[in-house]
């Protein structure tokens, strides 16, 4: 008689499921069937199998073997293959898995915000270009969203198709098109990785490694540390609360209907300082929602008290009180983007010390007194007293902005969405972001190129092709020379050609003033083709409009020649106007200018109200739609300023 321990054998056919479950070897979901390898350079190939497991790739005649680690991580690398396909991949270890229809050509990697991520249905033409997408040498893989604390080897799931009418109509437009010009102009398979997320900033997809070395990001990297992302609401109040130490769930600010803290004479000694315009999530209030007071002192003559003047409070994102000497003078409620201007009534400024109060609302997001600085001042007359520079601030009412999203954190998206990717043969990456860092465009001047290095140190690839997409013309255009936040981004942009093997595709002629989404993706898919093709495949072409390179000053007008101009520089107007320039003097103060073409490369302009110009700036606003200096290749000149002054991003 054979007596069997049921509890032992349980456990026995348990480990031995659990071990046969674990000795499958597993691919990274990079690889999959109707996959494209990089051509021209060794392939990797990684994923996990039981420590120990002896692991064999093949493709096509080239067999390589590794050993799983103790971890049960392998990586190996199969020798380059030149362009061709398909192929199967057998990879072979206690178990046998076979990929199919495997091509060997070009893999870009596609990244961004909302324009990367915009969807081929949307575009211009969209049915018409979805019915005309069967591209079977062009593959298509999107990466699956994913916000990490850490960062990962292996991605979530997905795999690569075959571009189709079925596959195309929700994969990126303009990695599509770029793909298209790739595949017709260089007879090759093309492999797209679409890993973009909209609504994104630049500091997001940069690794923990690369973003600790900027000092504007130390706080929030300290942040991360301590707030457990799988318990995120609770983790985030605990951190906010050992942070900030105020809490309450009225408006402390307030005594019953009274604004206490709008009173001249309150204590405000022990509030503490934050410098204005800007933004309260960048002076140790991350993650804060609720009410916050700012208090700032105005010292005036009796002459200047006496005088009709107005308050120029700049932006308040989202809703202000506002108050002189304890005296409300103006009130508007979620108009993030409203200039205020609040006259104030005679009798309510005084000689000597005023106190100006502001009781700020932020109902989620960000938040703060923000803009301009030219927009933050009092007007006494015809005198200008800048409000700019340190107020005193208190928190009356705090919320927690306890939502997860990719923006909360540095790093979180690279830590998800692009480390996975790493070490996937590459050509290069073509990059379409920078409106969610347009208000801190000189950041951005070092933000970019660092992810862009960062990026090239993962990969270790080398000096890869990084092509990215210039900010479109969006939002009202300006009747006068303005300031301009998104200008400053486009010049941070252009800035980043200083690094190797960059460039970009100027697309201020082709957005729309009302849509931050521009449904013309051929010409940006094409201009970034025509980038790819200069700097990754070393072809004699023009790739790039006009670009600024240096000025004359002639009496009262300016000569200015530039660079990549191919057979010359041509205006788009039948007139021959040109448009979009503006000139200044050394008072700051720049007005249109009128213009003519002197050579194949120089140009000459002016303006009659600026007699003694110094500086000229063109392209240079949210949406310059009037800008028309092309070259013979009718590709866009690149905005520009030729001045140095403090922009409003500073």
């Not at 064999?56 to 073997?65: C, G, H, P, S």
């Not at 809490?247 to 022990?270: F, H, I, R, T």
């Amino acid at each position: 008689m054979i007596i069997i321990n049921v509890k032992k054998w349980i456990t026995l056919l348990v480990i031995l499921m659990a071990g046969n479950s674990f000795a499958q070897v597993r691919l990274s979901p990079i690889f999959s069937s109707n996959m494209v390898l990089q051509q021209g350079m060794e392939i990797p190939v990684w994923g996990e199998a039981s420590p120990g497991e002896k692991i064999t790739v093949t493709l096509d005649k080239n067999t390589v073997a590794v050993k799983a680690n103790k971890e049960g991580k392998w990586t190996l690398r199969l020798p380059s293959m030149n362009y061709g396909g398909p192929f199967n991949m057998i990879i072979k270890g206690k178990n046998l898995q076979t990929l199919e229809n495997v091509m060997i050509g070009e893999v870009w990697v596609c990244s961004g915000q909302s324009n990367m991520e915009f969807p081929l249905k949307g575009a211009k033409n969209g049915d018409a270009e979805i019915a005309a997408s069967d591209y079977p040498a062009i593959r298509l893989f999107t990466v699956k969203k994913r916000i990490s604390q850490n960062t990962h080897e292996q991605l979530q799931d997905g795999e690569w198709s075959m571009c189709s009418p079925a596959t195309s109509p929700h994969f990126s437009a303009i990695a599509y098109f770029f793909g298209r010009e790739l595949t017709q102009k260089l007879k090759v398979p093309v492999g797209l990785i679409n890993t973009s997320w909209g609504g994104t900033v630049a500091e997001t997809w940069t690794s923990d490694q690369m973003i600790a070395q900027n000092p504007d990001f130390t706080n929030q990297l300290e942040q991360l540390k301590k707030v457990d992302l799988d318990n995120y609401a609770k983790s985030v109040e605990k951190e906010i609360r050992d942070r900030v130490g105020e809490s309450s769930a009225v408006d402390l600010g307030m005594k019953g209907d009274q604004p206490a803290w709008a009173a001249p004479e309150l204590n405000d000694s022990s509030w503490k300082t934050m410098e204005l315009p800007g933004y309260i999530e960048s002076n140790g209030l991350q993650g804060v929602d609720g009410i916050i007071w700012f208090r700032r002192e105005i010292n005036l003559t009796a002459a200047e008290a006496s005088q009709n003047s107005t308050l120029h409070l700049a932006k308040v994102n989202d809703s202000d009180n506002t108050f002189l000497n304890g005296t409300r003078i103006g009130e508007t409620k979620l108009q993030a983007e409203k200039l205020r201007v609040y006259p104030i009534k005679e009798g309510i400024l005084k000689p000597g010390k005023n106190i100006l109060t502001v009781q700020m609302e932020d109902v989620g997001g960000m938040g703060g007194i923000y803009g301009n600085p030219a927009t933050l001042y009092l007007q006494c007359g015809d005198k200008t007293i800048t409000l700019a520079g340190g107020w005193k601030y208190k928190v009356g009412l705090l919320k927690f902005n306890a939502v997860l999203t990719p923006n909360s954190y540095p790093t979180l998206l690279y830590n998800g969405m692009i480390q996975p990717l790493v070490p996937f043969g590459i050509r290069g990456v073509i990059w379409y972001q920078g409106e969610g860092n347009a208000e801190r465009a000189k950041q951005y001047q070092r933000l970019f190129p660092d992810l862009i290095k960062d990026w090239r140190n993962h990969w270790n690839q080398g000096d890869f092709p990084f092509l990215f997409v210039q900010l479109a013309n969006f939002m009202k255009t300006d009747s006068l020379p303005h300031e301009s936040s998104w200008a400053e981004l486009r010049e941070a942009q252009s800035m980043t050609l200083a690094l190797p093997n960059t460039g970009m595709a100027v697309t201020t002629d082709v957005g729309e003033a009302l849509d931050i989404h521009p449904k013309d993706k051929q010409t940006v898919g094409s201009r970034l083709a025509l980038s790819a093709f200069k700097v990754a495949y070393k072809q004699d072409l023009i790739y790039s409009g006009p670009v600024y390179k240096d000025m004359k000053v002639k009496g009262s007008k300016i000569v200015l020649s530039f660079d990549q101009v191919g057979g010359g520089l041509k205006i788009r107007n039948k007139y021959g106007y040109i448009q979009g320039f503006a000139v200044a003097g050394d008072n700051h103060k720049f007005y249109w200018a009128t213009g003519k073409l002197t050579g194949p490369n120089t140009l000459e302009v002016e303006s009659p109200e600026v007699q003694n110009p110094v500086a000229v700036r063109y392209a240079w606003g949210n949406n310059p739609d009037d800008a028309n200096l092309y070259n013979s290749a009718d590709l866009p000149a690149t905005s520009f300023r030729t001045d140095k002054w403090k922009g409003i991003t500073e």
